[in-house]
């Protein structure tokens, strides 16, 4: 089984290594892109485009009642929407796609490591340029980023708040203490089997199966007029 995996994985290597290189993710009706995967919600799936190296949200077509299935470094394939609703001024980086991605293989190791340090939020003020947990919808016009992958400075720490059963990341990111709801439902399952109120250090690791390295924090859609800091994955180092 073990040469199968390395030769899968040679030839997912292979094949991303021979996508067309691009200074910019198509945004074409019709184009098939390719994405490696870093997050995957109801909403919409976080990749990395890997012809331009760019941070996209794919919203993805999912049959009513059906969760995502997409796995962590997965590369999938699929094609933008004849209508890809590309012009959402809180969430530049979202686009439709036409239908459920194809997974080409899993990706590991240095060129996953060369793919998120590319990608990482620079540490140059509070996340997605505002403090607190929100901002109204009409105050975004387009030149904000919606989703940034974060090396922060203390943490992360997976909470369950007892009085409502919510999940919450903390972490420290340009000295503020961020509490962010996780809607990463692999992390949510974590703490679940665990039955704890929290997790940290190796402990989550643990229960993870592995250290998380970043976290994938997101804007959400409007939720009564404001778009709300969500924590969408947490993200192993490849």
Same mark, same amino acid.
């Given at each position: 089984m073990k040469w199968r995996?390395? +030769? %899968?994985r040679i030839e997912t290597r292979r094949f991303v290594k021979s996508i067309p290189q691009r200074s910019l993710a198509a945004v074409t009706p019709g184009v098939t892109v390719y994405g490696l995967v870093i997050g995957s919600t109801a909403e919409d799936t976080t990749v990395i485009d890997l012809a331009s190296g760019a941070l996209m949200r794919w919203r993805i077509p999912w049959p009513p009642g059906t969760d995502t299935d *997409? =796995?962590? #470094? /997965?590369?999938? =394939? +699929?094609?933008?929407?004849d209508d890809p609703a590309d012009d959402d001024l809180a969430q530049p980086e979202a686009i439709t796609v @036409?239908? *459920?991605?194809? =997974?080409v $293989?899993?990706?590991? $190791?240095r060129m996953v490591k060369k793919l998120l340090a590319n990608v990482v939020a620079p540490t140059d003020g509070p996340l997605f340029g505002f403090r607190g947990p929100s901002a109204p919808y009409w105050e975004f016009r387009g030149e904000r980023p919606s989703v940034a992958v974060l090396v922060v400075d203390r943490g992360p720490q997976l909470l369950r708040r007892p009085e409502d059963g919510s +999940?919450?990341?903390? #972490? $420290? #990111? %340009? *000295?503020?203490d961020v509490w962010l709801l996780c809607e990463d439902q /692999? @992390?949510?399952? @974590?703490?679940d089997a665990t039955r704890r109120l929290s997790l940290s250090g190796k402990d989550l690791a643990g229960a993870l199966g592995f250290k998380p390295a970043y976290?994938? @924090?997101s804007l959400s859609q409007p939720v009564d007029g404001h778009c709300y800091k969500t924590c969408t994955g947490l993200i192993p180092r490849a």
């Open positions: 995996r390395d +030769t %899968e *997409l =796995q962590m #470094f /997965s590369v999938v =394939q +699929t094609v933008i929407a @036409a239908d *459920l991605p194809r =997974q $293989g899993i990706l590991r $190791g +999940t919450w990341v903390r #972490f $420290g #990111f %340009e *000295l503020d /692999s @992390a949510v399952r @974590a703490i976290v994938l @924090a």
